[in-house]
């Protein structure tokens, strides 16, 4: 099991950027795909972004391709999602995920479902 523990939310306007960490302890950190997602007021959690073992290979929806950036460093044991052109519909609750890969070119976790470890989450509101 891994404890996932996120931080960096805020208040931004719209334009503004902001980067979220999540500190993971426990098991061997770099086999884990790592994942954000968020929940959105009165929204299903979506998928956001993943990132393999190494850091080397990165997954992203749609909807935040180009405007933000995950990355990770092992040695820290945390993983990044640096958020930039932030708009008022990123608001939402960001929450880090963890899912056990026993490969290295996996990457394209977007379910809920293969992520097994989950942080509390951290509020981002971007104001218009």
């Known amino acids: 099991q891994v404890h996932l523990r996120e931080s960096g939310g805020g208040l931004v306007q719209a334009g503004g950027s902001l980067r979220l960490s999540c500190a993971a302890s426990?098991?061997?950190?770099?086999?884990?795909?790592m994942g954000w997602f968020r929940r959105a007021p009165g929204k299903e959690r979506e998928f956001v972004a993943a990132?393999?073992?190494?850091?080397?290979?990165?997954y992203y929806a749609d909807s935040v391709k180009g405007r933000f950036t995950i990355s990770r460093d092992n040695a820290k044991t945390t993983v990044y999602l640096q958020m930039n052109s932030l708009k008022p519909e990123d608001t939402a609750v960001y929450f880090c995920?963890?899912?056990?890969?026993?490969?290295?070119?996996?990457?394209?976790?977007?379910?809920?479902?293969?992520?097994?470890?989950w942080g509390q989450g951290t509020q981002v509101t971007v104001s218009s």
């Open positions: 995920a963890a899912a056990q890969m026993n490969v290295w070119y996996v990457v394209k976790l977007s379910q809920e479902h293969e992520y097994v470890d």
């Open positions: 990132i393999n073992w190494s850091g080397a290979l990165t």
């Open positions: 426990g098991r061997t950190f770099s086999s884990y795909v």
